[in-house]
């Protein structure tokens, strides 16, 4: 009731797929929540690096990455066996309200479990904080 919540995994070999994939999920959002002040997240595997064109520009155009994807000058690691940063949290441009990232992480290290037996990607973690934006009537 209170917000969005979207999981994708786009296609690992094709760019003109993974367009074609983001157009759909850009095309679903805004149909059915275009008018929505709730929160939008969509979380995933991307796989695409952050300076590709999928995602700076088909997916920057309505969503805004909020999770971590540099250290430094150098891109994080969400996926080890390639060494990219293929794996993103986003949030839907939205006017309906603010958010703040409290903290935002790839979570390569978990005491007692080897995340490296876990999965072939890493956990990404983002702590956000929703306030509600009040339109005037």
């Not at 797929?17 to 149909?31: A, Y």
């Not at 891109?75 to 939205?94: A, E, L, M, Q, R």
């Not at 978990?110 to 876990?118: A, E, Q, R, S, T």
Request: charged share 25%; aromatic share 14%; with cysteine.
């Amino acid at each position: 009731d209170d917000f969005v919540f979207c999981v994708t995994h786009l296609d690992h070999n094709h760019r003109a797929n993974r367009r074609e994939q983001i157009g759909v999920i850009n095309d679903w959002i805004s149909n059915n929540y275009g008018d929505s002040e709730k929160p939008i997240i969509l979380v995933g595997d991307m796989n695409a690096i952050p300076s590709a064109p999928e995602i700076t520009g088909d997916l920057c155009t309505f969503w805004d990455i909020v999770s971590v994807t540099k250290e430094g000058n150098d891109y994080v690691v969400t996926y080890p066996g390639g060494s990219k940063c293929i794996d993103y949290i986003f949030i839907w441009k939205n006017d309906g309200f603010k958010y703040s990232v409290n903290a935002t992480e790839v979570c390569n290290t978990c005491p007692g479990v080897d995340v490296d037996l876990v999965s072939d990607h890493y956990p990404v973690y983002a702590d956000i904080t929703f306030t509600k934006e009040y339109k005037n009537f």
